[in-house]
């Protein structure tokens, strides 16, 4: 029912800003929670952030807050995070997530449909 794949990562300062994207194919991509998860090397998959179906409510691990906005625009198809004062412990694969009827959960299992990821490195 979609497809998502993720975009916009790549080698910043630490300090520095990012802005992932992503996009979503499929008519229905307003009825799916969305979520960012990350995967540094050697480490296991982490919830990031979430975002509703309508975009009202919203959810980041405290790792991230303050510094990590999630938002979307249903009429692109498409949810962002927009990353600022990245640390080097922010280097990781990101990956983007769907929840088909669902609420922005924190659990892998809760995600229906997944992107490829996209790479952020943060040098010290």
């Known amino acids: 029912q979609v497809q998502l794949v993720e975009s916009g990562g790549g080698l910043v300062q630490d300090g520095g800003s990012l802005r992932l994207s992503c996009a979503a194919s499929g008519r229905t991509f307003s009825h799916f929670a969305v979520g960012w998860f990350r995967q540094a090397p050697g480490k296991e998959r982490d919830f990031v952030a979430a975002i509703s179906w309508g975009g009202a409510s919203t959810d980041y691990a405290d790792s991230v807050k303050g510094r990590f906005t999630i938002s979307r625009d249903n009429a692109k198809n498409t949810v962002y995070l927009q990353m600022n004062s990245l640390k080097p412990e922010d280097t990781a694969d990101y990956y983007c997530?769907?929840?088909?009827?669902?609420?922005?959960?924190?659990?892998?299992?809760?995600?229906?449909?997944w992107g490829q990821g996209t790479q952020v490195t943060v040098s010290s």
């Open positions: 997530a769907a929840n088909y009827l669902g609420g922005p959960g924190r659990k892998i299992y809760e995600y229906n449909y």
